[in-house]
């Protein structure tokens, strides 16, 4: 039985919230101590690179072209691969939490992941 790919933000996490936790930011979240999130994995590596985050800054205005950057980072990036197939199975026996510290819900680049590894459980199916 296939579970979920969730995202979530590491401020809203609950105690409660189950399923297997990766946070897929490059920087650690402020003002929160390591043992507060219970983290399962920290994938830096599949995270957008110094550069094309600080050029983001999460302005919604560039969010287009931000996904696009973030989306060839990923196609060009041997680590994304590696993960999405490491979620893939991890999926089979739990859900799988995406946690990112940025503001928005939907301007964000762990949506961007989310997607682009969405797409790639399909190709893999095909």
Known sequence: MTRELKLLRVYDL?????????????????????????????????????ELRKWFA??????????????????????AEAFTK?????????????LYAAKSPACNHAVVLRGWMLEQFGRRRE
Do not use: I, T
């Open 86 to 98: 490491e979620m893939a199975a991890l999926l089979e026996k739990e859900d799988v939490l995406l």
């Open 14 to 50: 609950g105690g409660d919230v189950q399923g297997y936790r990766v946070l897929v930011d490059r920087l650690w979240p402020r003002g929160l101590r390591k043992e507060a999130l219970r983290l399962d994995r920290w994938a830096k590596e599949v995270a957008p690179s110094s």
């Open 58 to 79: 999460h302005a919604e205005e560039r969010f287009d072209a931000f996904a696009a950057a973030y989306r060839s980072e990923l196609e060009g990036n041997p680590n």
